[in-house]
């Protein structure tokens, strides 16, 4: 592979994060409340995971398991 057509690191560096932490800005992004976040989390495979005491997940992530509910 050409070095040319090799991602850089200040392109990949530039690209927006999908992450979210935290269970209030999961719930934000969903547009829900933190309750019913955490009840979609339990019954409805809602795409977060709590790493240590922080919850975490993925805009993209969310937005799929959207898309599959509609």
Do not use: C
Not at 24 to 39: C, F, N
């Amino acid at each position: 592979v050409a070095a040319s057509s090799r991602p850089t690191a200040k392109a990949e560096s530039t690209r927006p994060s999908t992450n979210l932490s935290g269970l209030e800005e999961i719930a934000q992004y969903a547009r829900r409340s933190k309750a019913t976040v955490q009840d979609w989390i339990r019954n409805e495979g809602f795409p977060a995971a709590k790493l240590g005491h922080v919850w975490e997940s993925d805009k993209e992530m969310i937005d799929q398991w959207k898309r599959d509910r509609i």
